[in-house]
C-alpha cells in the first residue's frame, strides 16, 4: 500500500476579493502539479469563477484567524510539498526552478524561506526593511504549523532553509492604500502591545517615531532608494508614533 501523496507540490492561494489579481497569480503557478484557491467565505466578488476559468481548485472556508486558515489548509490540501503563494505574488521561471530542484532533492529541510521583491507605489524597494523580506513559504505538509492569531509564525519540525530567488510581490498600490493598511496593522500591534502589559509614557510616541525614523532609513538602508526610500520611512515612523499613542490612549497612561 503506497501511503505516498499523489501530488508532490500543491499550490495554496489564500483569497478574499481578489478577482483583479487571482488569474496572473495562478498563471504563475501554472507548472505546480495541483493549485488551489483557498477562498475566505466573506468573499464577495469573482475570484472563485476567474480561479476555476483558468483550472485551479477553489475551496471555500470561513476565516477565524490567519493561523488557522492556513493551518486548516496544510490539513485538507494533500500533497507532499505545500508552496504558498498569495494573490498579490507572482512566482517566477528561475523561482519555479529553485522550488522544483528543492523538491526533488529530498533534503532533510521542513521548511523554505522565500525573498521577496516588494514593489511599492509600483517601484521596486530594496530598503527601509522590504529586503529580502524572507517569508515562511515552502512548507513539507505534516511538519509545520503555524502559530499566534495575528502576526502569525511558522514553527517547522526539523532543518529550515532559505531560497535565492524571489516572489514578485506587488506591495502597496498607492499612498492611500498604503494609509489604510497601516491604519489596519497599527491597530492590531497597539493591541498586542496592551496586552503585552507595555504602558507608554507621554513622550514615547515622538521618542519611538525619531528611534523608527533611524532604523528603517539608516539601519535598513532606506536611503539606498532614494526620496522614495526618504518618503517610506517618514511614513513608517509616523505610523509607529500612532501606535504608541493609540496605546496610551487604550490603557489610560498619564
Known amino acids: 500500500m503506497n501511503d505516498q501523496p499523489a501530488h508532490r507540490l500543491a499550490a495554496i492561494v489564500p483569497a478574499r476579493d481578489e478577482e483583479d489579481e487571482i488569474v496572473a497569480c495562478l498563471e504563475s503557478l501554472s507548472w505546480a502539479d495541483r493549485r488551489v484557491v483557498w477562498l475566505d ?52 521561471a528561475p523561482l519555479a526552478a529553485e522550488v522544483e530542484s528543492v523538491v526533488a532533492a529530498e533534503g532533510e529541510e521542513a521548511l523554505w524561506w522565500v525573498p521577496r521583491h516588494n514593489y511599492i507605489f509600483g517601484r521596486l524597494t530594496l530598503g527601509a526593511g522590504w529586503y529580502p523580506d524572507y517569508q515562511a513559504r515552502l512548507l513539507r505538509r505534516g511538519r509545520v504549523r503555524w502559530e499566534r492569531p495575528v502576526h502569525e509564525v511558522a514553527i517547522a519540525d ?93 490603557s489610560g497612561s498619564r
Open 41 to 92: 467565505s466573506r468573499t464577495t466578488d469573482r475570484t472563485a469563477e476567474l480561479a476555476r476559468g483558468v483550472g485551479a481548485e477553489v475551496v471555500e472556508r470561513h476565516f477565524d484567524n490567519f493561523a488557522q486558515f492556513h493551518n486548516d489548509a496544510l490539513e485538507r490540501v494533500e500533497a507532499e510539498w505545500i508552496l504558498f503563494v498569495d494573490a498579490d505574488e507572482r512566482v517566477t
Open 158 to 250: 526539523g532543518p529550515e532553509g532559505y531560497l535565492e530567488h524571489p516572489l514578485i510581490h506587488h506591495n502597496y498600490v498607492d499612498l492611500a492604500d498604503f494609509i489604510a493598511r497601516q491604519k489596519r496593522y497599527t491597530a492590531i500591534d497597539a493591541r498586542i502591545l496592551l496586552e503585552q502589559g507595555v504602558r507608554p509614557r507621554l513622550v514615547t510616541p515622538y521618542t519611538q517615531a525619531v528611534r523608527h525614523f533611524w532604523y528603517r532609513f539608516v539601519t535598513l538602508r532606506g536611503v539606498r532608494d532614494g526620496l522614495h526610500g526618504l518618503r517610506l520611512s517618514l511614513l513608517m515612523a509616523y505610523f509607529e508614533a500612532v501606535k504608541y499613542r493609540m496605546v496610551r490612549e487604550m
